[in-house]
């Protein structure tokens, strides 16, 4: 199992909208892909001034997969949330594989 995981810091400004963006645009479509099978959203528990952090994971069976997902909606997935929130939403993200 391969986790495609991106961490958010978002803005408070934009934060409300950001979470309906998040759960209404984003997860539905990146879902429909049928690239990944489920997905986690979490928030981070730390303290940032510049707004609230979340993680946001979506599981898919290997690492092909994500990579053809790459090559396919990668690019328009994240030019959605730049011209959605501009720099009022900073993201980053990274791949984990399951061990246990």
Known sequence: MIVFNTTYL???DVHDAWLQWISFRHIPSMLDTSFFIEHRLFKVLVDEEQGITYSLQFSSPDMATIEEW???HRAETEADLRE???ESVMSFSTLLEEIK
Request: net charge positive; glycine share 12%; hydrophobic share 35%.
């Open 10 to 12: 978002v803005s408070l």
């Open 70 to 72: 790459q090559k396919k």
């Open 84 to 86: 959605t929130f501009g």
